[in-house]
């Protein structure tokens, strides 16, 4: 999906999230331009994870997007996808959140 379609969501939260070996690193915002929330989604990744790795100038980040609007109590990440909280606090398996766009960052 281009970036151009989730620029044209209004009143969505766009979530850039991060995969990174030992973690995660993420940002999210509805008033972004999804180019500055990966932008603001590396900058947590470099800060957050710079006592393990040493980032080389030009690193390559891929940074996905997914839009977290309907996640009223919260998301969690696991191996099988991202997925929705639920109000009691437990997440759904089979429900998972489809990911936007993958961008891909030189920093």
């Known amino acids: 999906m281009p970036i151009e379609i989730i620029k044209n969501r209004k009143d969505k939260i766009i979530l850039g999230f991060i995969f ?3 973690g ?3 940002y999210s ?3 972004d331009a ?3 929330i990966a932008l603001k989604a590396v900058k947590e990744c ?3 994870w710079k006592h393990l790795f040493k ?3 030009e690193s390559k980040f891929y940074v996905h997007f997914y839009d977290v609007s309907n996640c009223n109590y919260g998301w969690s990440m696991d191996d099988s996808g991202l997925h929705p909280i639920l ?3 437990r997440t759904i398996g089979k429900r998972k959140i489809k990911c936007l766009n993958t961008l891909i960052i030189y920093v």
């Open 29 to 31: 915002s509805s008033k």
């Open 20 to 22: 990174v070996s030992a």
């Open 55 to 57: 980032w080389k100038p």
């Open 34 to 36: 999804p180019e500055l």
């Open 87 to 89: 109000k009691n606090g």
């Open 46 to 48: 470099k800060r957050s």
């Open 24 to 26: 995660s690193s993420w």
